[in-house]
């Protein structure tokens, strides 16, 4: 597989429009997953069980993704290195190493980045941010250079979506949906795109994700069924 790469502000936030690459995917979007998990799966012990400090620094350091210019990645990689060691033994420690890891990944240094995440993945007690963590992890993978790895990532990936009791599942279908259609296999995007539709976007709208409401829409650009 070879890929153009281009960074977007939210890992969540994706539009046909915009062009097709893994990358958007998994850097400058880590604050989408992080507050996105936080908020939806309702890891309230997660934020208590850390320091006070901790959790002001860790929202004070957002600002470093606006550093405009060249040295935007650098500044982020650094903000959140010196930040990880201050705050290391906080419940929330762990996230400063993802946000590390996204800024190594956007400086091309991939392999960093990836061994980051998975001894992140190691650190967390919960399952549930286990699982989204395991999430980012896969797409990571799929933006490496290394056709080895980014068949992992892709391995990974469908055991996300073909688990229903993976946290991460809904995300999952997305995302490998996305991967299809990135490959313009549209057969492949719809399978994975209608099964999320099935099991989460045939609810009342008002209970719906953010996930289903952008599905119906790209199933309406390529399904006449939609």
Not at 188 to 213: F, I, T
């Amino acid at each position: 597989m070879n890929f153009s790469y281009d960074t977007i502000a939210s890992l969540l936030d994706l539009s046909l429009d915009k062009a097709i690459a893994y990358k958007k995917y998994v850097l400058g979007g880590v604050a989408g997953i992080a507050i996105a998990v936080v908020a939806g799966v309702g890891f309230n012990w997660y934020w208590q069980a850390s320091q006070e400090a901790a959790q002001k620094d860790f929202f004070e350091l957002l600002s470093a993704y606006e550093v405009p210019g060249d040295q935007k990645w650098a500044t982020v990689e650094k903000e959140y290195r010196h930040a990880y060691e201050r705050n290391k033994r906080a419940g929330i420690g762990p996230m400063f190493r993802v946000y590390q890891a996204d800024a190594l990944a956007a400086l091309g240094k991939q392999d960093e980045a990836i061994s980051m995440l998975e001894e992140v993945i190691r650190s967390i007690a919960s399952r549930e941010l286990q699982d989204f963590m395991k999430l980012k992890l896969a797409l990571m993978k799929l933006d490496s250079k290394q056709p080895a790895v980014q068949k992992d990532g892709l391995v990974a990936l469908k055991a996300i979506a073909e688990n229903s009791n993976q946290a991460a599942n809904e995300a999952g279908l997305y995302y490998l949906g996305y991967f299809f259609f990135a490959q313009n296999d549209m057969a492949q995007a719809k399978n994975y795109w209608q099964q999320l539709m099935v099991k989460y976007g045939m609810k009342d709208q008002r209970q719906q994700s953010g996930l289903a409401e952008q599905t119906r829409g790209k199933l309406k650009l390529i399904s006449a069924d939609w």
